[in-house]
């Protein structure tokens, strides 16, 4: 053999071994990635060729699955019992958009490719496992009473089970159908083109995802820090409060929405009967931004990372404030934001004594024989106040509701403790403020309890009729009485 078929040779082999090493790269490194895909049809005639699993509200199915016909090589679509009244707990299955929420996030578990296989023969065909079920915490009757109450409002409703951390209800409105958009056809085109285009963005979760000024009901975080400071050993201790209140460094004063209310240097309970913005003004830029924020933060503020599975958006405090703006974050304005979650869980965390159940809305996870593949515990505490300080919380709060701003909340057989807030909104207030309103119920003989917080952003109502008590008290209540049924 001479040396030009040598080098030939050489030169040959080094090309196999070079297609070699690609076509074992493609395989085994790049192949899952392509197989994964959105672009990859494949993937998709698999995820809908046979029914999805379930999600589970009060022991039924709300979601389903349906053929699609013989036109489309995607066998099945994502069907949706009362799909409007629980779109803020499933999101969405769409063949062409995606999932989102509680689709999403189990969406392997749903279609069967995240579930273990039964027996080695189903790994050697590549088959997927039969689909599982999402068993969700939401009662059925504390939902459809949200929903029911908001009614045409802009809004959002959350309540939680203080003790268990199980949420029991949530819905935001104007909600959507998700059966509209869950396939591929011109249909769900054209209800997807009219969804985006809507400036309400009814598949916005506002209970979950949105973040705006809680106002007034921000004032329990604040009494809780001046508590906890020692800024003020009880709450009918009279607090040193002028009224109205002149902001630090400033020559802007702090009103309050009634000025016969008896704010002056009132005391807590007081200031939270009436809802004396002087007061809290005082206490938050007497106590500084900082001891604010550090009880802020353990109620959960400014944590990123708020999963119930469905990660919730961040409520915010401000860390770089001076002392008038401090003040103003004292009566939940300025740049403090709160998710309806959030207020729901500071209502939640006082009516535990002080501790934080871990919100959930999630109870397990099953595979398709209905054994759990993963189950989320109840409780998981975490103190965020004194006991003490959360009893002296509660007695306020019920006084709010005895003879106070949220009268609205009374309940016959419960003991009921509750928080208004209105908050401005747009440059100088120049828009429909927010109606907000949180409480928490124990029915007197069963021991049932919920927390809840409502949000209303927009309604019919007139822009000096707008309250937290006019409009979100009664949803609040609602739902509280659903959740304290047998």
């Known amino acids: 053999m001479n040396k030009t078929i040598r080098r030939a040779s050489v030169f040959t082999l080094l090309l196999v071994f070079a297609l070699l090493v690609r076509a074992t790269w493609v395989q085994f490194y790049d192949g899952q990635a392509l197989a994964n895909s959105e672009d990859n049809r494949r993937t998709k005639i698999s995820q809908y060729a046979n029914p999805l699993g379930d999600i589970i509200v009060g022991g039924k199915a709300v979601t389903g699955s349906t053929k699609t016909g013989e036109s489309s090589d995607l066998k099945y679509k994502r069907t949706y019992t009362d799909g409007s009244l629980y779109s803020a707990v499933t999101g969405f299955t769409s063949q062409v958009y995606g999932a989102t929420q509680l689709e999403g996030i189990y969406q392997g578990v749903l279609d069967g490719t995240d579930v273990e296989l039964k027996t080695p023969a189903d790994a050697l065909t590549g088959k997927n496992a039969d689909p599982g079920d999402v068993l969700t915490t ?22 939680i089970d203080p003790k268990s951390g199980r949420i029991l209800g949530m819905v935001s409105t104007p909600s959507f159908d998700p059966s509209k958009i869950s396939g ?39 009494a809780a820090a001046a508590l906890e400071n020692g800024l003020y050993s009880s709450v009918d201790e009279k607090t040193d409060s002028p009224n109205p209140y002149k902001l630090p460094g400033t020559t802007t004063y702090l009103k309050n929405e009634n000025a016969s209310a008896p704010c002056e240097n009132a ?8 809802s004396c913005n002087n007061v809290f003004g005082k206490i938050a830029a007497d106590l500084g931004k900082d001891k604010v924020r550090a009880t802020a933060e353990k109620f959960g503020f400014n944590d990123a990372k708020t ?4 990660r919730a958006a961040e409520s915010y405090y401000p860390s770089k404030m001076d002392s008038a703006q401090t003040a103003l974050s004292g009566i939940g304005q300025f740049d403090v934001t709160a998710t309806p979650m959030q207020i729901a869980m500071v209502s939640a965390t006082i009516a535990n004594g002080g ?9 397990q996870v099953t595979d398709s024989d209905g054994d759990a593949v993963k ?34 909340a009374q309940m016959d057989g419960a003991t009921v403790g509750g928080k208004t807030g209105t908050a401005q909104h747009g440059e100088n207030n120049s828009q429909t403020p927010y109606a907000w309103f949180t409480s928490y119920a124990k029915d007197d003989s069963s021991g049932k309890e919920v927390a809840v917080a409502v949000l209303v952003e927009q309604s019919s109502t007139a822009r000096s009729e707008v309250s937290g008590s006019g409009l979100a008290g009664p949803v609040a209540k609602s739902m509280m009485e659903a959740a304290l049924k047998d």
């Open 138 to 159: 939401i009662d059925p009757g504390v939902q459809k009473a949200a929903y029911s109450a908001l009614g045409d409002k802009k809004g959002a409703a959350v309540a």
């Open 267 to 274: 005391t807590i309970r007081t200031a939270l009967q009436y």
């Open 355 to 363: 501790e934080q159940a871990s919100p959930h809305m999630v109870s």
């Open 184 to 222: 591929s056809g011109d249909s769900d085109a054209a209800a997807w083109k009219k969804l985006s285009k809507d400036e309400d963005s009814p598949t916005t979760n506002r209970a979950l995802k949105q973040a705006l000024p809680p106002g007034s009901t921000f004032k329990l975080v604040v």
């Open 307 to 310: 999963d119930v599975p469905v």
């Open 375 to 408: 189950s989320f515990k109840d409780g998981d505490n975490t103190r965020v106040i004194s006991k003490s300080t959360a009893s002296q919380l509660q007695s306020a709060m019920e006084t709010v509701v005895s003879k106070g701003t949220a009268t609205v």
